[in-house]
């Protein structure tokens, strides 16, 4: 299930990082949003389930995580909201998150991707948190291009290795 999740979250990642390189209807960029928020919601309630270790609830953890980050982008593209604020300190928690479980899994004996994938997504929320609530505005010039970038090297591409049976 987390490469299913990971494969949509890196379609996601990738659309919402081209929509400011390009004209995308925001209607649409919300639904799709909102589809892949519960795709992924949906899977983390099985992987939550099956969770035996610190490791799988990690992984369950992320989905989670996931999940709210495309609810709160589908909610501040159907409110038309211009305050971010929300996004970004739900930025600085998964972040905080992302690191503690990049340790976990580094000093707990974890699959190495995982402390590379934990990495890749602290630094996407980091990203997130200082453009969305420091700045001015919720998109900075270099956003689009980590958004673009981190959804192919970090949830798409994995996310097919593991489908593929390469990784996990």
Known sequence: MLGVNLVFAGFALALNGLSYLMSVDDRVKGVIN???GL???VNAVFQTALASDHIS????AAMW????NYFIIAAHIFFKSEN??????????????SFVFAGDVLFGGGPAVMVYLWLMW???WLQSFGALLLGSKPINK???YVLITNGIASTFVPGL?????VIL
């Open 34 to 36: 909102l589809l892949v």
């Open 142 to 144: 270099l956003s689009p």
């Open 57 to 60: 609830f990690g992984f369950a």
């Open 39 to 41: 795709i992924i919601a």
């Open 65 to 68: 995580m996931f999940a709210l």
């Open 84 to 97: 971010w604020k929300a996004f970004g300190l739900f930025s600085l928690f998964a972040s905080t998150v």
């Open 122 to 124: 602290a630094v996407l």
């Open 161 to 165: 290795l593991i489908l593929l049976g």
